[in-house]
């Protein structure tokens, strides 16, 4: 009945929190790029958008799902975020059997308490992204490991990595701790009467699953990189602008850019696709240009600045800027991703380059199959797992490759793996979970230094309780060195990647999954210690008591169904775009169009709230601006005397003005 009590009581917070929370610039940017078409003119949103992994913003299973839901369900924040809220119903779920089959009712109840009580990672939960619904899966994957449960184990951890990249690092160290460690837990680890059975397949494995897993990989892959812009620098024409009319000098102040797919402004003269040609020179010299010559490959095409098929014309404080149009261009791709690229070079082309990639890839996952196989049937024979046991450890291990490799290739390719640090583990990873589960509280200005000392002294007093209790009562303490295993290879993943390919230190939310491990390690601590004797059961019930008292202090201080420690500045995207809009119907008739203009932290939101503002239509412009602006969102410290303040947002510290 507590137990109830307690998943009803946050679950009716975390949706709360989902239906209130204004949506977050990351929420925001994900559901313009692959969730909903036609939001922004540079991201059509189709049905293969979830498979661009051009940037990092792509948490490939919640970005499915969502797609999904809003598919079902609409657009609402509640809609966008039902996978995450999917995933702390699974985070509830399993957490809640998993404590009950290895602790004690009391210690069971407290060990809920504080898997639940660090507000950092409730956030994460009613949020469209792909944290909380991959620790709801590892919460599952933990679950089916001590249950002895080998196959449902690889499944929901292969699953928690589709969800969120950076849980490649858990589902090493679940492998790596059923091979040293073995697969499930003997019955003496558990309760009595809850003993679990370890299932371990002796089959070897059948051909046609091979056969599936080669067809899956090749349209996964296939799909994958016919998203890709930088697939081959051949599908692209060269494009070269020439201006007659203005003199040699009057030249020097014209800027010719490329527009990307994106529309982003880059020299004309850098390789890849161009969704335009922008000009930028003086109107007066603009009045002197005769014809505009583009070559696109071997097509020539001479204009007048003034035919408005082929250039779109602005004017901005004496600076005219053309836009080339739809008349200017090769012929169009017939795929969808590539449709709006004026210099494409053929669809023969590409379709020849997506199947040599995906050839490659399969190539490549082949060779890796055989290594993991040999690598198997070594480790069978030195008595580290069965022949069965290996055959499903290289199943998952070949899905999650397929599945994983592509989409990592192309992020580390393109350097899009860079949210992270770079001066070590413990100031990088450990420090920013410990300062953001403070989540913006200062109790002390050593706080983070004294709340790491605490996690280093627990780790100590396990490896002592475990090193003088291990003749006596190895088992009982096997739980609580799982988990302290696992904190310690997901580690010594982490640095290895550091020195082998670069890669930066897990930070923050990307490093999120050590939250659960640590605090399953405590209460397993906490349960050992019990069961160890009459002291050992009073110094564990205090360390669980205080740990809860100063937990659920500490969240009565920083509940909140307004705002998330990461995206604070999104806070007052959703009531500012709310207040815009009765202002403009108070002052303008019904279907009036308005250009709200806003710094670029705050873009993403306002533009997904400016297409469900109906029927007032918010145009959104982002700084600096290439129009004139009726309404201006931006940081308080950004208002100037130009502006003149309509409404103040206190928790991003920013308003809502009109300009002079």
């Not at 290739?409 to 001066?423: E, V």
């Not at 420690?565 to 169009?593: N, S």
Request: proline fraction near 5%.
């Amino acid at each position: 009945m507590a137990e109830a009590a307690i998943c009803l009581g946050f679950a009716a917070f975390v949706v709360a929190r989902a239906i209130r929370v204004s949506l977050t610039y990351d929420e925001a940017a994900a559901y313009i790029r692959y969730i909903a078409p036609n939001v922004l003119p540079e991201f059509d949103a189709g049905p293969l958008a979830i498979f661009n992994f051009e940037v990092a913003t792509n948490h490939f299973l919640s970005t499915a799902l969502t797609k999904l839901a809003v598919l079902v369900a609409g657009s609402s924040e509640l809609a966008l975020r039902l996978p995450a809220l999917a995933g702390y119903a699974m985070h509830l779920w399993f957490s809640t059997r998993l404590l009950r089959r290895l602790t004690s009712p009391a210690i069971a109840v407290a060990g809920l308490l504080l898997l639940n009580l660090n507000p950092y990672l409730l956030d994460f939960f009613a949020l469209s992204r792909g944290y909380g619904l991959s620790i709801g899966l590892m919460m599952g994957a933990l679950y089916y490991f001590f249950s002895g449960r080998l196959t449902r184990t690889l499944f929901f951890a292969s699953a928690a990595v589709l969800a969120n990249f950076s849980m490649l690092n858990v589902y090493v160290a679940i492998i790596l701790v059923v091979t040293f460690l073995k697969a499930g837990l003997p019955s003496t680890a558990l309760r009595p009467g809850k003993a679990g059975t370890t299932e371990v397949s002796t089959r070897a494995p059948r051909r046609g699953a091979f056969i599936v897993l080669a067809v899956v990989a090749a349209i996964f892959a296939s799909l994958v990189f016919s998203q890709d812009p930088g697939l081959s620098l051949s599908l692209y024409h060269p494009v070269k602008v020439t201006l007659e009319g203005p003199t040699a000098d009057e030249q020097r102040s014209v800027r010719v850019w490329r527009v990307d797919l994106r529309g982003r402004s880059t020299r004309v003269t850098d390789p890849g696709p161009f969704r335009a040609v922008r000009i930028q020179m003086p109107a007066a010299t603009a009045d002197k240009v005769r014809s505009i010559d583009v070559v696109v490959g071997n097509r020539a095409l001479s204009t007048r600045p003034n035919d408005t098929r082929a250039w779109i014309t602005r004017e901005i404080d004496g600076i005219r800027e053309l836009e080339s149009g739809p008349l200017i261009s090769a012929r169009r791709s017939r795929f969808r991703a590539f449709t709006p690229v004026m210099n494409w070079t053929g669809d023969a082309r590409y379709a020849a380059g997506v199947a040599n990639a995906t050839t490659i890839a399969l190539v490549a996952l082949a060779l890796f199959g055989i290594v993991v196989n040999l690598i198997g049937r070594l480790l069978a024979r030195a008595g580290l797992g069965t022949s069965g046991q290996w055959s499903t450890i290289s199943s998952s291990v070949l899905w999650v490759a397929a599945l994983a490799g592509p989409p990592l290739y192309l992020l580390r390719r393109d350097a899009q793996l860079y949210f992270g640090g770079t001066r070590g583990l413990v100031p990088d990873t450990f420090y920013s979970l410990i300062e953001n589960s403070f989540y913006g509280r200062v109790y002390s200005a050593s706080q983070t230094h004294i709340a790491f000392a605490v996690i280093v002294a627990s780790v100590a007093a396990f490896a002592l309780f475990a090193l003088i209790t291990y003749r006596r009562m190895p088992a009982r303490a096997r739980p609580a060195m799982h988990m302290l295993a696992l904190v310690a290879i997901v580690s010594a993943s982490v640095v290895t990647q550091r020195w082998l390919f670069g890669t930066v230190y897990l930070v923050g939310r990307t490093a999120l999954f050590y939250v659960p491990l640590y605090l399953l390690f405590v209460v397993f601590f906490c349960q050992s210690l019990s069961e160890s004797g009459r002291i050992g059961r009073l110094l564990g019930g205090a360390l669980l008591i205080a740990a809860v008292s100063l937990s659920a202090y500490h969240c009565a201080r920083t509940f909140n169904l307004q705002y998330t420690l990461d995206w604070r500045d999104d806070a007052g995207t959703k009531p500012m775009m709310a207040d815009l809009k009765h202002v403009v119907a108070d002052e303008r008739p019904a279907g009036a169009r308005v250009v709200l203009g806003v710094e670029w932290m705050y873009a993403p939101a306002a533009v997904y709230y400016s297409h469900r503002q109906v029927p007032v239509d918010i145009d959104v412009a982002v700084a600096p601006y290439s129009r004139r602006v009726d309404f201006l969102y931006v940081a308080k410290r950004h208002a100037g005397a130009a502006m003149s303040i309509i409404q103040t947002y206190p928790i991003p510290n920013a308003v809502l003005a009109r300009p002079k």
